[in-house]
């Protein structure tokens, strides 16, 4: 069974510009969430899906952040335009059902410079 | 508020000796809580969850609801034990998303 898949492994971009975070979860997995680990701090929630929909998008910071999962597999985390702030290493996690344990991918390390 | 607080940022321990990883919550519910643990290069894992009651690796967590406590322990450290140590609350409706402490780095000496 291949495992959550996030790409790329590591983004650098210049603030102003625009990043595109790639995750695929397991297959068959309709739970799919995005967390982020910032310099120094804990490791965050930033959104749920169920399938296609949006279950809990409460962490999303602010609206620099927009996520999507067409289709209900793969998903994408587009932060336009980026920010010193956003720098940090962004997680992908998916489960088969709500309450059962969250398999993690690798994770994008993202340099805003 | 839900929260996780692992106060340890670093624990470093010699081969063979006890070791507990410290964790506590703050959850108005009926909390759920995981032991997840990151090794050098590799992804974040689950090691155990509190409702499993299963000992993983040598590795258990007993859920202490008077404390609001969920230490983890091993009674003799290995060096591959060697990671980071995260504690997490799942909360939301429904289940779903998980509330992570800061995390302790385990370091076992030979």
């Known amino acids: 069974e291949a495992g959550v898949t996030q790409f790329p492994s590591h983004s650098v971009i210049e603030k102003g510009q625009t990043v595109t975070l790639r995750c695929d979860p397991i297959?068959?997995?309709?739970?799919l969430y995005w967390y982020r680990r910032v310099m120094g701090k804990e490791i965050k929630f930033l959104l749920h899906?169920?399938?296609?929909?949006?279950?809990?998008e409460s962490g999303m910071p602010n609206n620099r952040f927009l996520a999507e999962r067409t289709g209900g597999t793969y998903s994408t985390l587009k932060v336009q335009p980026a920010e010193l702030e956003d720098s940090g290493v962004y997680f992908c996690?998916?489960?088969?059902?709500?309450?059962?344990?969250?398999?993690f991918g690798d994770g994008t390390r993202l340099s805003i410079l | 508020a839900q929260r996780v607080t692992q106060p340890e940022k670093l624990l470093s321990v010699f081969k063979g000796a006890p070791v507990e990883l410290k964790c506590n919550y703050s959850?108005?519910?009926?909390?759920?809580l995981f032991w997840y643990v990151q090794y050098s290069r590799q992804r974040l894992q689950l090691l155990l969850r509190?409702?499993s009651r299963e000992s993983i690796k040598g590795f258990t967590a007993d859920l202490n609801k008077g404390e609001t406590s969920f230490h983890l322990k091993k009674p003799f450290a290995q060096e591959e034990d060697s990671a980071m140590y995260y504690c997490?609350?799942?909360?939301?409706?429904?289940?779903?998303?998980?509330?992570f402490g800061q995390g302790t780095e385990l370091s076992v000496k030979p």
């Open positions: 996690a998916s489960s088969l059902m709500g309450d059962q344990p969250q398999h």
């Open positions: 297959s068959g997995h309709d739970n």
């Open positions: 899906f169920v399938k296609e929909s949006k279950q809990d």
């Open positions: 959850y108005s519910g009926s909390p759920e």
């Open positions: 509190h409702i």
């Open positions: 997490a609350l799942m909360g939301g409706f429904q289940g779903g998303k998980l509330i």
